[in-house]
């Protein structure tokens, strides 16, 4: 049994350990109010690009071609090359956030053979791939703590030639967003694009005619210009949501951290008060314990010097 200086230093460290996961949930809280407010910012330009991508691709001309609105669909599914933009923080104590990342990113990545190709973003999505061997075509080496529309063109620029020189036929996203507390491990398809493909599977309803839709100089360079735009908006918007979820994650790590830490201190003063109250009670006992052999050793005394006296 653990002596009380050795309970009482327990409960020292204990209180020192929750200082810090204190000062940790703190700090998270403040980053999570300014990714929410950054995130809150991002929206309207992706939603706004997006319905412009939409009603370019419904009033296209036939006949037009690029290369954003081809759709692979003649490469067998097997021999697609793929490419994985994988978002992971840069430290842990954020639960399961990172686990989740890699998880999802592995199962995915260990169904396409050797046809894909990696591009992480954050220190653990590079150690943890780096450890098992596997190929990083790209590591971005910024912080993940700071999302910047620089680092979503990069990124972007990156990706783009890939696509463009047909060294990809496809290109996922692997991020988290979160919704209240809850964080959620995404995976979604970047290019091709899912709208421009429905709309174009889509035939006009009956009665339904086109506007009047001028484009220049052309279709296919007003394409060039939006469309990587929009997939820089895309993947600021995952840088975004990833700052968010992780700082959601860590004060929700924190949190749990600081109510195992008032648990443990609690039951700690709970054992260190019954050990304090034990040894008290041992050294009451000891001292009544002497004073009654003092007094039956002065009675003894006693006893024996009337004996002498008769």
Known sequence: MA??????????????TRKITNAMYLISSTKLRKAKKMLEDTEPFFFATRAMISRVVRHLPDGVENIFLETWQDIPEKNRRRGYIIFTDDKGL????????LKL???????????????????????????????????????????TLHRARKIAAEILDQYYERKLDEIYVVYTTVHGNVCETRFEKLLPLDII??????????????E?????????AILDNIVPNYITGF???????????VQSARMMAMDSANKNAEKMINNLKRTYNRQRQAL??????????????LKRSKEAKKKGANLEKR
Not at 212 to 220: I, K, Q, W
């Open 94 to 101: 954020a639960g399961a956030y990172n686990h989740n990342v």
């Open 235 to 245: 993947i600021y918007g995952a840088l975004v949501e990833a700052f968010c979820s």
């Open 3 to 16: 002596t009380i200086k050795e309970i009482r230093d327990r409960i020292d460290s204990v209180n020192d």
């Open 197 to 210: 493909t429905d709309i174009r599977k889509q035939p006009l309803p009956p009665g339904v005619m086109r």
């Open 280 to 293: 008290i009670t041992q050294e009451i006992t000891e001292v009544v314990s002497g004073a009654k052999a």
């Open 212 to 220: 009047e839709f001028l484009m220049d100089p052309s279709p296919s």
């Open 105 to 147: 990113a592995e199962e995915h990545i260990l169904t396409d053979g050797d046809k894909w190709k990696l591009f992480v973003i954050g220190e653990v999505g590079r150690f943890h791939f780096a450890s098992k061997n596997m190929n990083i075509e790209e590591s971005f080496m910024f912080t993940s703590q700071n999302p």
